[in-house]
């Protein structure tokens, strides 16, 4: 029998999601409300060269991708699965797509990361 | 003769009958953010490898009232995804025992609701102490 990918595809869904839900609304608020309006952190807080050196230094690096990959494969997969419920039949065809933007995604940040040398 | 034609009861809008099914949809919507803040994210490290011009262009950005909007109801929908997550955590978890005896479902959950709080505030924390 050939091996389902299933536990693979799950195993980012959870991970992903217990992300998101340990420190993604904390996450979303800082980046997108309270830094860009200067609000409790200046918005300085996410300056070009702060935001370079965090993505030049391996701590930093291993966080971005971390937080932008498994945020990606949480949200592709429930979407995926989501189809169903709006009566859209699935196969491996929306499959691949859906979970390849997860993959390319995770393509692309690693390309970044190491453009950002 | 006709050829036999089955009912199939539509699907259209079934969600919106039922106050538990819109708490699903809206719990599975919450992915859509999830995915969108990423490719957000995603967006800023493009921009910060192409350079301070573009990066401050992807700045500006963030500092518009749709972004600001977006991101606060990125915030609600997320906020909702994790108190779900760890309200289905008792289902999701093996058993998980202690001392012999199964942990309690709401011990499990207000465990990682806890956990999450604490998580949110170090992370607040962590950003405020370094802020410049």
């Known amino acids: ?117 | 003769m006709d050829a036999t034609r089955t009912y199939v009861r539509p699907m259209r809008g079934w969600w919106r009958h039922n106050p538990y099914y819109r708490a699903y949809i809206v719990r599975e919507m919450s992915a859509l953010f999830v995915a969108l803040y990423a490719l957000v994210l995603l967006t800023g490290l493009f921009r910060l490898s192409q350079g301070r011009a573009a990066y401050d262009g992807w700045r500006a950005g963030l500092a518009t009232p749709w972004a600001v909007a977006f991101h606060v109801i990125a915030f609600a929908f997320i906020a909702y995804h994790a108190w779900t997550w760890f309200a289905v955590m008792p289902k999701t978890l093996p058993f998980v025992r202690v001392g012999g005896r199964r942990v309690d479902d709401r011990t499990i959950i207000t465990a990682g609701a806890v956990a999450a709080v604490c998580a949110e505030l170090v992370l607040f924390a962590l950003v405020w102490w370094t802020r410049p």
């Open chain 1, 1 to 117: 029998m050939k091996r389902s990918n299933k536990p693979i595809f799950w195993s980012l869904f959870g991970a992903g999601g217990t992300l998101a839900a340990l420190v993604g609304p904390m996450l979303v608020l800082i980046t997108g409300v309270l830094v860009p309006l200067g609000l409790l952190l200046p918005a300085d807080t996410m300056s070009f060269e702060r935001m370079r050196a965090f993505a030049q230094n391996g701590f930093g690096k291993a966080t971005i991708f971390v937080v932008i990959t498994l945020l990606l494969f949480h949200g592709f997969h429930r979407l995926y699965h989501c189809l169903h419920d709006f009566g859209v039949h699935v196969g491996p065809g929306l499959k691949a797509a859906f979970h390849g933007c997860a993959i390319a995604g995770t393509a692309a940040t690693v390309f970044l990361l190491a453009r950002i040398a």
